[in-house]
């Protein structure tokens, strides 16, 4: 049941990969998300926006190489995304920032129990802490409590 | 010292002779070597030391109570989820629970109290972020997730 260790240019199992492709999915869809807000936050939260913009597109860039280091063709961002509600305040952009960052924790809490590649699964726990950590931000500026939830990327049961 | 009655050598034979079968049942059931602990075991107990002592700093620290609120009740959670993984993997043996851990006092002064919960949650995502590589599937999304929520608790603290 073991699969080997991808050094580069490894092999990824079917369920592995389908695992990364959404998890793929996800930091495309934040980082539209992240664009989207911009426009709806005051100058004081340009650092936060900068940040989350940097790092998803670093992921997104990286997670691409790594499927195609696998022979995969990464999937592309959808050409445009409906946010779960309507944006049109300060309020309501942190809040479709939560969701954004908190899908992202779904999805690669998802790839680290359906890879057994070492350099995966240190990868999608990068990418799970980061965004549990910044979804956490967004709920202290929104006042949501509690800002952080004990098993972050856990599916709602 | 008053014997009841002589035991004789034919008595001691046949003891033996039914003893013989009992010695080799033992030795065969008994592992060559006991089973390496289990890692979330260490986990566990770490998460229940983290949540008695941020509970300690709760009550202490009025400046910190809300934030170590939710450290206690985070790790508190962990460890519940980790015991019950641990449990599920091994069923122990007898149905004694693990003791809570001795509630320490809290470092005096919130600068320190603050600084002891940062280190203590750094020290729990290290833990728990080196066995990700390695742990089965099922249990990989649970340690990661206690990383990821250690280094979110952080953020609360900040």
């Known amino acids: 049941m073991r699969q080997p260790d991808s ?11 389908e695992a990364v492709q959404s998890a793929l999915g996800s930091e495309h869809a934040a980082l539209w998300v992240y664009g989207l807000v ?18 998803h597109r670093a992921r997104r860039d990286a997670t691409e ?55 995966v699964r240190r990868a999608a726990l990068e990418a799970l802490t980061a965004a549990a950590v910044r979804a956490t931000r967004w709920r202290r500026a929104a006042g949501q409590s509690p800002a952080a939830p004990a098993f972050p990327g856990e599916p709602a049961k | 010292m008053n014997i009841g009655h002589r035991i004789g050598r034919r008595d001691v034979l046949r003891a033996g002779a039914l003893l013989l079968p009992l010695a080799a049942a033992v030795s065969c ?17 770490r998460a229940r030391a983290d949540a008695a002592s941020a509970a300690a700093v709760a009550r202490a620290v009025p400046a910190l109570a809300a934030q170590a609120k939710a450290v206690s009740d985070a790790r508190g959670e962990h460890a519940t989820a980790l015991q019950k993984e ?20 809290p470092p005096a002064g919130a600068a320190a109290a603050k600084k002891s919960l940062l280190d203590a949650l750094t020290a729990a995502e290290q833990e728990a972020a080196k066995l990700v590589p390695s742990v089965a599937r099922y249990r990989a999304g649970l340690v990661g997730s206690v990383a990821a929520a250690c280094a979110s608790l952080r953020e609360v603290l900040a």
């Open chain 2, 86 to 105: 641990v449990d599920r993997a091994r069923p122990p043996v007898s149905s004694t629970k693990p003791a809570p851990p001795d509630a320490e006092k």
């Open chain 1, 65 to 119: 190489r790594l499927l195609a280091d696998a022979g995969q063709t990464p999937r592309p961002a959808e050409p445009a995304y409906v946010p779960p509600q309507p944006v049109a305040d300060q309020k309501s952009a942190i809040a479709v920032l939560v969701l954004a960052e908190a899908d992202t924790t779904v999805a690669w809490r998802a790839v680290l129990e359906r890879t057994d590649d070492k350099n």
């Open chain 1, 7 to 17: 050094s580069g240019g490894g092999q990824l199992p079917a369920d592995s990969v």
């Open chain 2, 29 to 45: 059931t008994e592992p060559a070597q006991p089973p390496p602990p289990d890692p979330l075991a260490a986990m566990a107990a």
């Open chain 1, 38 to 55: 911009s426009a709806f936050l005051p100058d004081s939260y340009n650092a936060a926006v900068t940040e989350g913009t940097t790092a």
